[in-house]
């Protein structure tokens, strides 16, 4: 379904994007949405992947088009996608906003599963490090908590916050057999 047939007024973004607004669906790409809600804390980041001058405004430019840019190999790609998107009885199926008349996130999504071949290819299993590069064109780091010496630790992060660095914790899985 396209936006104007699941609500009156569909809005690209609200308010510039915040971390509230970024909702995961029935895609296991976890690792995507926190890199996502991530960015929304420093609007030069997302602005440059997701271009603010596009709208749902028939009377301005809206043609059912959006477009959006990844780093790939040392340069940004463009991504252009259709507003059409995944639904089932009406609702979106994959990633949304919190606010059900914003679409930016849902369409964000879209382009990143072309960017990569379908929407299968990111519930294949992702990295939150992946994600980031392409989403900033960064160098990204991880650092590793297990057994680290909690000055070093605290060098790295108090390093990283006056650099205007994004910083993500997350939790790796520990994978049991039977």
């Avoid at 995961?24 to 804390?41: K, N, P, R, Y």
């Avoid at 780091?141 to 390093?159: A, E």
Wanted: hydrophobic share 35%.
């Amino acid at each position: 379904m396209r936006p104007h047939e699941m609500c009156q007024r569909p809005r690209f973004n609200t308010d510039g994007g915040s971390q509230s607004d970024v909702e995961q669906g029935e895609l296991g790409d976890a690792w995507f949405i926190g890199a996502v809600s991530s960015l929304t804390l420093t609007p030069r980041f997302l602005d440059r992947i997701v271009p603010p001058d596009q709208s749902f405004d028939t009377t301005a430019n809206y043609c059912g088009l959006f477009r959006f840019r990844f780093w790939h190999f040392g340069e940004w790609r463009e991504v252009l996608i259709d507003d059409r998107l995944p639904t089932y009885k009406g609702r979106l199926v994959y990633s949304r906003s919190t606010n059900p008349t914003e679409f930016w996130v849902a369409l964000l999504e879209k382009a990143y599963a072309k960017f990569y071949g379908c929407y299968e290819s990111l519930s294949c299993g992702g990295s939150t490090t992946r994600a980031l590069q392409d989403l900033t064109g960064g160098i990204v780091q991880s650092f590793g908590l297990t057994n680290q010496d909690r000055y070093l630790t605290y060098q790295v992060l108090n390093s990283a916050v006056p650099r205007s660095s994004l910083l993500i914790a997350s939790i790796n899985p520990v994978w049991f057999t039977a």
